[in-house]
């Protein structure tokens, strides 16, 4: 079997939203993946600060920060924060909206007051809402904005109530970022990332690919939510958890069972990533 290049969402897909310990069974499919020959990166919008408590599970490397921060192994593939004029306008509009705003810098993220009592109210949501939530309640390093020092800003991570508050922020930025907005069931506000148009997860896949020598074909991506859809549309093998976003599974070559239920090790195991099954072939 060729050698693949594997990449794995973190909340809501390795780990359960806002946790850091994956389940025993995904590390024992990583690992057994690993000693096929495959290599496996994790593809997150968590940037390098929030997702280093995993690298110590032996990760080939990752897609951070949504794809602006890309390494394998020691290398930097790819650096790409918003310049001054992008960061400051951003910020400005979304405050003059209303907007609730987390930012995340390369190695710390800073978030506006009054966040934690706007989720308390929300209903329902997804694993990016829920990882928030865990984050601000168990204190994984998120400061208070007034902490800022104005360094290099790659994401912004926005909660509103309605639309009509982002609509000055979309009419200004529109041309150079994304307005990620999740698929909420049940949850009376609008939660997403504002991404920059020069990257994001699919971008990162494919230098990974590059810097690799590794044909598209040969990728296989696993996720859960709606920042993950241009990796799943990017992999030669898109996955989506049960737990996931419906339109993501629509669009996935395969769904496997939820992160709670051993999905990520049933997935490796569907797909021949494990070790056993090469030596089984």
């Not at 593809?43 to 929030?50: A, H, K, Q, Y």
């Not at 920060?65 to 924060?81: E, I, K, T």
């Not at 509009?93 to 609730?100: D, R, T």
Request: charged share 25%; glycine share 12%; aromatic share 8%.
């Amino acid at each position: 079997m060729k050698r693949k290049l594997i990449f794995l969402d973190i909340d809501g897909t390795l780990t359960a939203p806002g946790s850091n310990v994956p389940p025993e069974s995904a590390l024992q499919a990583i690992r057994s993946a690993q000693n096929a020959g495959h290599k496996v990166f994790l593809c997150t919008g968590r940037n390098l600060d929030m997702l280093s408590p995993l690298l110590v599970y032996g990760f080939d490397g990752a897609v951070a920060s949504g794809g602006g921060y890309v390494f394998a192994g020691d290398r930097v593939l790819y650096d790409c924060p918003m310049t001054e004029r992008q960061k400051d306008l951003a910020l400005r509009l979304f405050a003059e909206g209303g907007v609730l705003r987390t930012i995340e810098a390369k190695d710390a993220s800073y978030c506006d007051a009054g966040m934690g009592e706007f989720l308390r109210q929300v209903s329902g949501g997804n694993s990016e809402l829920l990882r928030w939530r865990e984050a601000l309640e168990k204190d994984l390093g998120i400061r208070p904005m007034t902490e800022y020092d104005g360094r290099p800003i790659y994401k912004v991570v926005f909660l509103c109530a309605d639309a009509a508050q982002l609509a000055p922020a979309i009419k200004e930025l529109e041309g150079e970022f994304y307005f990620l907005v999740q698929d909420l069931a049940g949850a009376n506000c609008l939660n997403g990332e504002l991404i920059n148009r020069k990257f994001d997860k699919g971008s990162g896949v494919r230098k990974v690919a590059e810097a690799f020598g590794a044909e598209l074909a040969d990728t296989v991506g696993f996720g859960d939510s709606m920042n993950d859809l241009e990796m799943i549309q990017t992999v030669g093998t898109g996955v989506c958890m049960e737990n996931g976003s419906p339109t993501l599974k629509k669009l996935s070559s395969l769904v496997c069972p939820a992160v709670e239920d051993d999905g990520l090790a049933w997935g490796f195991s569907q797909l021949g990533l494990l070790e056993i099954d090469k030596n089984e072939g």
